[in-house]
């Protein structure tokens, strides 16, 4: 198992203020929210928020995070981005398969709309 980078994580306050202040990209489903905004570090870096009061578990918190944290790590961002995924109750009910699956999926839906965000 590779370990996650520091320099891959959000880390301080105003980086995820700056996210959510001022997001490029939103994307969402049933049990996430993902919000980005451009960065021009030259590569990317997440924030992962899993409130008690939507999972109240915490080994169901951390499952959902380190499942989020090795999709980020494998399947690298086309842009360099500043990423916060919010978690939402549905997210509790997901086994790993589908919390894996959702969040491929708005991957890349946020690769996309990136794309098209910035293309012009």
Known sequence: MQSFPFKARLSQPGHYRRVFEGPNVKVSSKAFLLLAAENNDGSSRIGIIVAKKNIRLASRRNRIKRIIREQ????????????????????????NRAVWQDIASLWDQINATADRRWAG
């Open 72 to 95: 980020f790590r494998l399947s690298p961002l086309q842009r360099s981005m500043d990423l916060v995924v919010l978690a939402r109750s549905p997210a509790d009910k997901l086994d």
